[in-house]
Nanobody, 123 residues
Framework: EVQLVESGGGLVQAGGSLRLSCAAS????????IGWFRQAPGKEREAVSC????????YYSDSVKGRFTIASDSAKNTVYLQMNSLKAEDTAVYYC????????????????WGQGTQVTVSS
C-alpha cells in the first residue's frame, strides 16, 4: 500500500523558515516523481516543486524559486521541502504527491497523495 505522510508544518513569522518532510512507503522510491502542492482557502491547488531522481530533474514554481529547495533522501524514502524567507502568501495546506513517471505540475498527473500539513505565515 502506497503511503505518503507529510510533517513539519506550523506557524511561523514572515521571513522565517520551515522544513516539510514527505515520508513515503509502499513503492520503489527512486522510480517515482514526488511533487509538493499547496492549496490556500478559496484557491486552486497549485504545484510548488517536484523532483524525480530517475529523470534527474527538479521544478520550482516562479512564486517560490530562490526561496524553496526540494531534496530527496533515498535512504530514508523521504522528500524534503526547505522553505526560507516565507511570506504570508505562502500560507496554505501543503501536500506531497507521488506518481510513476515524469515529474508533473498538474494534480491529475499524480496518483498518490498525502493528507497535507498546514503552513501558516503571519505577517
Amino acid at each position: 500500500e502506497v503511503q505518503l505522510v507529510e510533517s513539519g508544518g506550523g506557524l511561523v513569522q514572515a521571513g522565517g523558515s520551515l522544513r516539510l518532510s514527505c515520508a513515503a512507503s509502499g513503492f520503489t522510491f527512486d522510480d517515482y516523481a514526488i511533487g509538493w502542492f499547496r492549496q490556500a482557502p478559496g484557491k486552486e491547488r497549485e504545484a510548488v516543486s517536484c523532483i524525480s531522481s530517475r529523470v534527474g530533474s527538479t521544478y520550482y514554481s516562479d512564486s517560490v524559486k530562490g526561496r524553496f529547495t526540494i531534496a530527496s533522501d533515498s535512504a530514508k524514502n523521504t522528500v524534503y521541502l526547505q522553505m526560507n524567507s516565507l511570506k504570508a502568501e505562502d500560507t496554505a495546506v501543503y501536500y506531497c504527491a507521488a506518481d510513476l513517471g515524469k515529474p508533473g505540475t498538474r494534480s491529475y498527473e499524480y496518483s498518490y497523495w498525502g493528507q497535507g500539513t498546514q503552513v501558516t505565515v503571519s505577517s
